[in-house]
Nanobody, 121 residues
């Protein structure tokens, strides 16, 4: 499974941003796709996950109600719509694929490169 994340940038507090993760590979649709983030000096933090086949979506408490994860089967992409962004959302965001789909980063087998999100006034 190959993953390519994009869409990061600089946004003001309260603003919105959408991240994209393009997936490829013969078996990627068997996986759960997740978004994680990491700030300097901290471990990767679970943000959201979606089962490619649909039906299961999970969010971290810190983003519930503000972030929305979705997928587009035709484009082979997973998105993270981020609204009402806060300063503490500043991080390097990664997409990842897992056969298990837990909130633990060590359960994810494949990782894309990170895309930086900076929330600043």
């Amino acid at each position: 499974v190959q993953l390519q994340a994009s869409g990061g940038g600089l946004v003001q507090p309260g603003g919105s941003l959408t991240l994209s993760c393009a997936a490829s590979g013969r078996t990627y649709r068997k996986y759960v796709l997740g978004w994680f983030r990491r700030t300097s000096g901290k471990q990767r933090e679970f943000v959201a996950a979606i089962k490619w086949g649909g039906g299961v979506i999970d969010y971290a408490d810190s983003v519930t109600g503000r972030f929305t994860i979705s997928r587009d089967n035709a484009k082979n992409e997973v998105y993270l719509q981020m609204n009402n962004l806060k300063l503490e959302d500043t991080a390097l965001y990664y997409c990842a694929a897992s056969t298990i789909g837990s909130r633990r980063s060590d359960s994810y087998d494949y990782w894309g490169q990170g895309t930086q999100v900076t929330v600043s006034s």
